[in-house]
């Protein structure tokens, strides 16, 4: 499990530390540590490099377009996860679902392991 978002290290750090869920995940990348920002690929690119896993195997959450087009573009599979912006038909190219928070991510998983 990865985390890839646009914060910088230092504050990912501390609010993950703060948070107790910093040992939960396997890699961290932030926006410093790549050449190009969201909706460039670079960043989950990154982080699917530091698991060791091919993009193609890899889903990503997401609650920005421009995060939604990243993944997309890396070749992931796009879940979005509506914050501030809500889903719309003009990112339904970039996504192929949509959940209505994170505590349904786990069912979304356990659905999605069954039919493979």
């Not at 530091?50 to 377009?65: A, M, N, T």
């Not at 992931?76 to 679902?97: N, R, W």
């Amino acid at each position: 499990i990865a985390v890839a978002t646009s914060c910088d290290l230092e504050r990912v750090t501390r609010y993950f530390h703060q948070g107790g869920i910093m040992d939960f995940f396997d890699a961290v990348v932030t926006g410093e540590m790549v050449p190009r920002s969201k909706p460039h690929p670079d960043i989950f690119l990154k982080a699917c490099k530091e698991l060791g896993l091919d993009p193609s195997v890899c889903l990503g959450l997401e609650d920005s377009p421009a995060g939604l087009e990243s993944i997309f573009r890396a070749g992931m599979t796009a879940v979005m996860i509506p914050d501030k912006i809500p889903y719309s038909d003009q990112l339904k190219e970039f996504t192929g679902t949509v959940l209505g928070d994170l505590s349904e991510v786990i069912t979304y998983l356990e659905n999605e392991s069954r039919t493979r």
